[in-house]
């Protein structure tokens, strides 16, 4: 027969299964072949904090989405449009994400006795009609695998695992998209397990075949290379953005980076790359726990170093004390945090927005810190590369806010040109001559870098209270209140040197819709909407938030309603209250996931109808 | 070391005149009680280092909090006086960014022991080239008279009326066992052997740890004149020194006898033993180190001062170095448009 093939702007696929049957790996495949394929994307991959939950359990299931289209994608999309489930409970669990009428693409295998019963299915939802509204194509991917392998005869072990492959295969028919990205990928990730190699690149034909032959799958769909603008991409995740941020950061300002770090889920893969890049002359340094994390980069700040920590919520906590030694002390350092779901050790796995104020405000004494979010997958690496221009040029540790979902999302990211980036070298103190640690730069207020090794400088710094200009211990009342304003003035003195804000849509209005972090994308789907439906609505994304830029209140003063969605219960709503006495309105989730742009939609409507305000 | 780095500082070489003590001393008010160790402790250190022939200016003490840790303040070369337990950690990340320096750590029982035990056994275990000094006093004296990790069991202290129910650490024995190559004792009242311990421990290459007992006139006063002073010392300090037999007592007529793996003092009066029946110091042999270690608390033996083990590995930042030169040279240095583009890429027209 011959198949029809139809045109799409946009799909979303979800593919879910145990978390030991290699979903994420199947994703970040069809993810990197749509990248280069040309269409735009986002991804959000879902999986549990336990490494191989007993399988078959409702838990246990990973899962990974990838939005992709020809137009532009802002986010992993509300609802998927195909759900891949490779058994019983990943139906169950990623259901209610499919859209009415979306299909499922299942593997029978998935669906016996056992696997229904772990999943609280009372009757097969494959033959007891309660699908009925979606289309469902089944195949017994368990059982074709292992006939595809039959003749190698590898241990049943291994041809278990391959079978994510066949689901790819048949997902990368269906979409019209060649094999041979991951096949490549494949030669050089098993590079030296021949049978390895060979049993997963049949698998992934085999389903490919699969699709293309039975009768089953009689629609196949074409999404056309996006229009985007013209230069070099690779896709990229934002904390692989922020590895590479670093070194480039390092690079430019003449320095050695050094990253103190200790493991911790969602940043872990911070420490991992730049644990490759030695070329570089990168020095990163697993630690005994986050205390030592951060205060070996302090050590290696002190020395000369462009130094790092990078974390997660409860590491951030286990660092307050040290961070409060940077701020005293006026060296630069960089304190990455991926923020997941708290408080305590909470949801390592999942998403959230909640460590804002711990990031503003949460050190003994006034304790300023300039605070930085990133916005999406690629934007971490220039927010990163920002915050090390001005903990270099303001001698001062910087925040910078990540989160689960932009570290561990990816996005096509055009690469920036290398010889544009700017040079942010700073300047070390060599004359020895009127030499004071604590003397000030007049405009950043910013003190001088005098490294050990330079002769004449030989100098004591420390956590006590310094004396104005001498840098010598002192408790007299009206130096800590002279030091105490001077620190504070130079953190709010940064907002002389970064760019003003701008807003997405018309300067005033109806509604404005205030966010950072990783809301972005749901945010500009949904303010886009709404303009599409002549709505008075704008978007305004803040990178800086402490300092905030100065144009900020003026911009808010010129709207009716401000709106600010958070994935806490209200944080930089708070800020924005406290300092510029504006009554915004809060939209606010915390579910361990990202907003769904329907959700701001929503809320857009409710407040520009009036139902509630 | 970055271009920028190489730009402002010393090459790591000898200083072109010989330094005097006083070139150690620092501007600042020295603020330890009349009476205090520390001071004894300070004057050995200032005087030792011009023969360490290390430029003034490649010099660094890091501290964290406690009065041992004011220690940084008075040595006229850089200093960081950081924040409770931590100094361990800092010394870590500034001894790996800058191998050039020589970097020492200045601590205590509670500061080193207590809130900063951890950082202490990995700094130890990774062997980063750093001399640590950790001045035990048996006691806090800066919170004013709690007891410590090495306070006595029974102590009474502040926080302890009914008597202390903890059991003590024993420095070195820790040390030992989290695998150092250069651990040793020594005390504020013997300027001569702590003059010649700490600098043995400034030669060592890898992290070098010395106990110093160090008295607290003020909230415990006497813990050690057992060990220090005239009247009692000898019978009751036995000094390890390499290549030697274990001899003690006024008389030199004590000795230590290994008696299976316990060791014992006999009488090289009583013609049972000679000195051929004694242990001879081998401070290279890690085992001896630690059955010398486990005398100190026992109180039918005489108290081992001195070198318990010193011995080579390689030290952490040295290996640190040598991955980052084997990767330039295999893979070329770094290029930043090659790092950007790694991976899969599409280019777009």
Known sequence: MVKKTKSLDEVTIRFAGDSGDGMQLTGTQFTNTSAIMGNDLSTLPDYPAEIRAPQGTLFGVSGFQIHFGSTEINTPGDQCDVLVAMNAAALKVNLRGLVDGGAIIVNTDGFNDKNLKLAGYTSNPLTDNSLAKYPIYQADITKLTSLALADMNLPTKIVDRTKNFFALGMMYWMYNRSVDTTVEWIKSKFKNKPDIVEANTRVLKAGWNFAETTEIFNVRYDVKAASLPRGKYRNVTGNTAVALGLVVAASKAKLDLFLGSYPITPASDILHELSMYKEYGVKTFQAEDEIAAITSAIGASFGGALAVTTTSGPGVALKTEAIGLAVMVELPLLIINIQRGGPST????????????????????????????????????????????????????????????????????????????????????????????????????????????????????????????????????????????????????????????????????????????????????????????????????????????????????????????????GQLIKVLRAKYLVPAVGLNKVQGLPFKSSEIEEKIDEILEGKKA | MSTLVEEVVSKSEPPATKYTTKDFQSDQDVRWCPGCGDYSILAQVQRIMPDLNIKRENTVFVSGIGCSSRFPYYMDTYGFHSIHGRATAIAS????????????????????????????????????????????????????????????????????????????????????????????????????????????????????????????????????????????????????????????????????????????????????????????????????????????????????????????????????????????EKKGKGDLEKLLGSGDTWTIQ
């Open chain 2, 93 to 328: 990340g500034l001894k790996m960014a800058r191998p050039d320096l020589s970097v020492w750590v200045v601590t205590g029982d509670g500061d080193g022991l207590s809130i900063g035990g951890n950082h202490m056994i990995h700094l130890i275990r990774r062997n980063i080239d750093v001399n640590v000094m950790l001045f035990n006093n048996q006691i806090y004296g800066l919170t004013k008279g709690q007891y410590s990790p090495t306070s006595e069991f029974g102590k009474v202290t502040k926080s302890t009326p009914y008597g202390s129910i903890d059991y003590p650490f024993n420095p070195v024995s820790l040390a030992l066992g989290a695998s150092g190559t250069f651990v040793a004792r020594t005390m504020d009242r013997d300027p001569k052997h702590l003059q010649q311990i700490v600098k043995r421990a400034a030669e060592h290459k890898g992290t070098s740890f010395v106990e110093i007992y160090q008295n607290c006139n003020v909230f415990n006063d006497g813990a050690f004149f057992m060990f220090t002073e005239k009247e009692s010392k000898d019978e009751n300090v036995l000094y390890l020194e390499h290549d030697k037999p274990l001899i003690f007592g006024k008389e030199r007529d004590k000795g230590i006898h290994l008696d299976g793996f316990r060791p014992t003092v006999v009488s090289l009066k009583d013609g049972k033993h000679s000195i051929g029946d004694l242990i001879v110091h081998n401070e290279n042999d890690s085992t001896l180190a630690f059955i010398l270690a486990n005398m100190t608390y026992n109180a039918s033996l005489p108290r081992p001062v001195g070198i318990f083990l010193s011995i080579d590995r390689p030290t952490y930042e040295s290996q640190m170095t040598l991955q980052i030169k084997n990767a330039v």
């Open chain 1, 346 to 569: 909470g949801l390592p796995t999942k998403t959230e927005q909640a460590d804002l104020l711990q990031a503003l405000y949460g050190r003994n004494g006034e304790a300023p810190v300039p605070v930085l979010a990133s916005s999406t997958p690629s934007d971490c690496f220039n927010t990163i590369f920002e915050a090390a221009r001005i903990a270099l040029k303001f001698m001062t540790p910087v925040i910078m806010l990540s989160d689960g979902y932009l570290g561990n999302g990816s996005e096509p990211w055009k690469l920036p040109n290398v010889a544009d980036i700017p040079d942010i070298s700073p300047k070390f103190r060599k004359d020895p001559n009127n030499y004071l640690p604590y003397l000030r730069n007049d405009t950043t207020l910013a003190r001088e870098w005098a490294i050990p090794g330079t002769p004449g400088l030989e100098h004591r710094i420390g956590g006590l209270e310094k004396q104005d200009k001498t840098g010598n211990v002192n408790y007299e009342p009206e130096n800590h209140d002279k030091m105490v304003h001077l620190r504070a003035e130079k953190v709010e003195r940064i907002a002389n040197d970064i760019p003003l804000a701008s807003v997405d849509g018309d300067e005033k209005g109806d509604l404005l819709v205030v966010g950072w972090g990783g809301t972005y994308g749901a945010i500009r789907s949904a303010v886009e909407a709404k303009r599409a439906q002549r709505k008075s609505v704008s978007h305004l994304h803040l990178k800086y938030i402490n300092p905030l830029q100065k144009n900020l209140g003026e911009i808010l003063y010129n709207f009716k309603h401000v709106l600010v969605p958070e994935i806490n219960l």
